[in-house]
């Protein structure tokens, strides 16, 4: 099956600060890619639909000058979380769309601690 | 009402048996539909797809399709404990080509 990868796995960060987190299709093109936060043990909610060469498209609610979105190829989106507060803290999770497909892999998680 | 439902368990089935997981969804062009398997702590895998009605088999698993009754299951045969997850029901939504997803059933399958 298609590989997504997300990087870092986990990060712990003071209150304030930016924390970068990245997704790749590592054997195949995804020309959408998608964010999405999971609470503890409340089901994914989507943040945001990232294109490759244009805008993300952010899902009502969420703050797109809090969750920077750049989906720089058809391999690499990055979601970056400015001045990130203690309720920023979720489990982060990206998915990739296999092109011509509406089937979605997703990559491992990214655990965000702020303190 | 909820656009994807699921029952949020526990479903609790013993080694061997067959475990049913259901979802009702309420978008009725809805074309495609997917089961995940979400480990405590970890991200969802993709279990099966399906498009059309009927059944679809995969290994222990068969996902079922009708789209009249605006519903979906997936049949997990000689259930595991590796099997004890939660189990997420996701419908590619038609007018935003978007998942939405269930709020999941966790599976627990004892021995």
């Known amino acids: 099956g298609a590989v997504v990868s997300q990087h870092p796995s986990r990060v712990i960060c003071k209150s304030g600060t930016s924390v970068k987190i990245e997704c790749r299709s590592l054997?195949?093109?995804?020309?959408?890619m998608f964010w999405y936060r999971q609470f503890p043990k409340k089901s994914l909610m989507l943040m945001a639909t990232?294109?490759?060469?244009?805008?993300?498209?952010?899902e009502q609610g969420v703050e797109k000058d809090k969750f920077l979105i750049n989906h720089a190829s058809l391999t690499l989106s990055t979601l970056t979380v400015t001045s990130a507060h203690p309720e920023d803290s979720s489990f982060y999770i990206c998915?990739?769309?296999?092109?011509?497909?509406?089937?979605?892999?997703f990559g491992p998680g990214t655990r965000l601690t702020v303190l | 009402q909820k656009e994807v439902e699921q029952n949020s368990g526990p479903l609790s089935v013993p080694e061997g048996a067959i475990a049913s997981l259901n979802c009702t969804y309420s978008?009725?062009?809805?074309?495609?539909f997917f089961w995940y398997r979400q480990y405590s702590g970890k991200s969802p895998e993709l279990i099966m797809s399906?498009?059309?009605?009927g059944d679809k088999e995969d290994g222990r698993f068969t996902a079922q399709l009708n789209k009249a009754s605006q519903y979906v299951s997936l049949l997990i045969r000689d259930s595991q404990p590796s099997d004890s997850a939660t189990y997420l029901c996701?419908?590619?939504?038609?007018?935003?080509?978007?998942?939405?997803f269930g709020t999941g059933t966790r599976l627990q399958v004892f021995p």
């Open positions: 054997d195949f093109q995804a020309t959408t």
């Open positions: 990232s294109n490759e060469g244009s805008k993300a498209t952010y």
């Open positions: 998915s990739a769309r296999v092109r011509g497909t509406d089937t979605q892999y």
């Open positions: 399906i498009y059309s009605n």
């Open positions: 978008d009725r062009g809805s074309q495609s």
């Open positions: 996701a419908v590619n939504m038609k007018e935003t080509d978007k998942l939405i």
